[in-house]
């Protein structure tokens, strides 16, 4: 499956590299977090990586597109590239200031999302809805649940003007219980 997986998004970047404007939700809620330790997960063309270490982080980006990856590589002293495949890399715990999950979605990840904050991190969350079964789609309220033993500080599910399979996103941002670690 990883092979099928890395073929696909390959191919995917190949033809278009992507946006390269960090997430709007990104952008307005990053400062929350402590400048340290972030984690990009399925970081695509570094879009998101980029803008955070240019505001001081040390970023792990990781994604399975070998194409988008060595893209990345090189770009920046603060970003860590790591190419593998999400369905079997672990989080490790305690481990980040901000875990940032953008158009990409592994419930498989979640309880490793929240163990990978360290107190007082912040995740910044959004993936596509879609009122169809869709396992690739979050459904109504499904991160306001897979995430309720954080603190919410911001939460919406909201119509884009994306494309017709994926018209509805939903955005979390919230933070880990206690304080940082100094």
């Known amino acids: 499956m990883a092979e099928k997986d890395r073929k696909k998004w390959d191919a995917k970047y190949l033809e278009r590299l992507g946006n390269s404007e ?3 939700v990104l ?4 400062s929350l977090a402590p400048v340290g330790k972030a984690l990009d997960i399925a970081c695509g063309n570094g ?6 270490a240019d505001k001081g982080f040390v970023v792990d980006a990781v994604d399975i597109s070998k194409v988008a990856t060595d893209q990345l590589a090189g770009r920046h002293s603060n970003i860590n590239v790591i ?3 999400l369905d079997t890399w672990d989080i490790q715990p305690d481990r980040y200031d901000l875990i940032v999950n953008i158009r990409f979605l592994d ?3 979640f309880p490793m999302i929240q163990d990978g904050l360290k107190p007082g991190g912040i995740l910044i969350f959004e993936s596509f809805m879609n009122g169809k079964k869709d396992k690739y789609c979050l459904k109504k309220n499904e991160l306001l649940h897979a995430f309720q033993p954080l603190r919410v500080v911001y939460y919406e599910e909201k119509k884009i003007d994306q494309d017709e399979k994926f018209d509805q996103v939903a955005s979390l941002v919230a933070i880990k219980a206690g304080k940082p670690l100094m």
């Open 107 to 109: 419930r498989r990840l």
């Open 22 to 24: 960090p997430s709007s």
């Open 47 to 52: 879009r998101n990586s980029i803008f955070l």
């Open 83 to 85: 190419c593998t495949d």
């Open 27 to 30: 952008e307005k809620y990053w």
